[in-house]
């Protein structure tokens, strides 16, 4: 497909270097070459994950073990070392092996993983989560996008409406209601994504983000239950909300009887309340996921106090001598289980400190502002942008308002490049988009590696 951007390194350039990389990676990734030939024996898409073939290089790393002490370090079955400045995509942004997390773990493994019954850290968790996100009332699941199908059900359970309006070019997960982006102005299945008979066109609405007259006249019309939103959009190049946007979100929403639903998984990046505590916003409805309980599968969602009646209105609590069913149509077995909770109390207390995160915000400072340093100094049109400790680059020279411009400026090519040049390097970033997270284990020298391979490959585009 012709890009539709201007590209700021000829394509024969680009070619080349991939090419290179490409025969770099095959001599030093042998041995994980090996094991992914070997995985297309059972698994569907040769790993555990098909999300896990989407490393470039041909074949995905295959893990040996972290680099003690505990950080952000690991070797794979080749003996290759990395800085890990992808962390799992946000999900081990713990760090690898934290001596809280793997304490937590063996104490209450020993006890019981599972038990579909509370234990003492309940109590101290459910507290901690409406303390540090400001939301009273709280449930688990076991990932952000159940969390997120279960704020849907609720929203639509209570305001008896159809829609759910999301941001063009978001991700909530496998939320169905989201696989959707605009296209000159029509609703499209993003990623080309199979609608799965799922009647996008009554149940989804869909505008830019920072377009508020559009958000405005898609509330206006009386049927959308929720708005599902990012409150700065990570997935399809970091997106910043513009001056006003959130204000005029939160006024909309409550003008209009709809609810807004605030999903924090990535940006739960900002500080130890997420961008909604760091800048004040409202939600009725709020999502974190990944990084909550160290890596192990978990999510939360909460409910603001006017929400939570109103759901009890329609499912109320229930009577300990009458049998009701605790469906409700979302859930599972394994949500809230001992194994999950006992780590989440270990990473809300011990690791995802406030004083981690001042710790990780100068790291990243540190991070983007090397990115940037070297990208003017080649006089190049990208850009890195931050939001807490995460750092993107896109290779365009502005800030992006909405999918549409990213559309009009993304180098897939050249993304492609920079993640497998760095990975050569033995730095990991993000392959899905240009991110690097730090960690309470991310360290000056793991910045500083960073910048030095980014800047070498700053040279190489530059020829």
Request: hydrophobic share 40%.
């Amino acid at each position: 497909m012709t890009p539709t951007f201007e590209p700021t390194v000829p394509r024969e350039r680009v070619q080349a270097l991939m090419q290179a990389e490409q025969e770099r990676y095959a001599r030093t990734h042998a041995r994980s070459g090996e094991r992914f030939a070997q995985g297309q024996q059972a698994w569907l898409y040769g790993a555990p994950s098909h999300w896990m073939r989407r490393w470039i290089g041909g074949w995905p790393l295959y893990v040996q073990d972290a680099q003690l002490p505990y950080g952000a370090r690991f070797v794979d079955v080749d003996g290759n070392g990395y800085a890990d400045f992808c962390l799992g995509d946000t999900g081990g942004m713990c760090g690898h092996g934290h001596p809280a997390v793997v304490e937590a773990l063996t104490r209450q493994a020993r006890v019981g993983s599972s038990l579909m019954l509370p234990t003492d850290d309940a109590a101290w968790v459910g507290e901690e989560l409406s303390r540090r996100f400001g939301l009273p009332y709280w449930n688990l699941t076991t990932s952000a996008s159940d969390a997120n199908r279960a704020c849907i059900r609720l929203a639509r359970m209570v305001t008896g409406r159809p829609r759910v309006l999301v941001f063009s070019g978001c991700y909530h997960g496998s939320v169905e209601e989201a696989h959707v982006e605009l296209r000159d102005g029509a609703i499209a299945m993003r990623n080309d994504i199979h609608p799965n008979g799922f009647p996008h066109d009554r149940l989804s609405a869909v505008v830019e983000f920072n377009d508020v007259p559009a958000l405005e006249r898609a509330l206006r019309a009386g049927d959308v239950a929720c708005v599902l939103a990012e409150p700065a959009m990570t997935n399809y190049g970091m997106i910043a909300p513009a001056p006003g946007f959130h204000d005029a979100l939160r006024r909309l929403t409550r003008e209009t009887g709809t609810l807004l639903v605030i999903d924090e998984t990535h940006t739960i990046s900002s500080g130890p309340g997420g961008y909604t505590r760091e800048h004040g916003l409202e939600p009725d409805m709020f999502v974190i996921g990944k990084a909550i309980a160290g890596g192990i599968p978990a999510a939360a969602f909460g409910l603001s106090a006017e929400t939570a009646e109103r759901v009890w209105q329609v499912l109320p609590k229930l009577h300990p001598t009458k049998r009701q069913s605790a469906h409700a149509g979302f859930g599972g077995t394994l949500a809230g289980n001992a194994l999950t909770v006992a780590v989440m109390r270990a990473v809300l207390s011990q690791v995802l400190t406030p004083e981690a995160f001042d710790r990780m915000l100068v790291l990243a400072r540190r991070l983007a502002e090397g990115v940037n340093a070297r990208i003017a100094a080649a006089g190049l049109p990208w850009h890195a942008t931050q939001v807490g400790a995460r750092v993107e680059t896109l290779f365009c020279a502005d800030a992006p308002r909405n999918a549409s411009d990213v559309r009009r400026t993304r180098d897939g090519e050249l993304e492609a490049l920079l993640h497998l040049y760095m990975m050569n390097r033995g730095v990991l970033i993000t392959p899905f988009h240009n991110m690097m997270l730090c960690c309470p284990g991310t360290t000056e020298r793991e910045v500083d590696e960073h910048n030095a391979a980014f800047a070498e490959f700053v040279r190489e585009c530059k020829g």
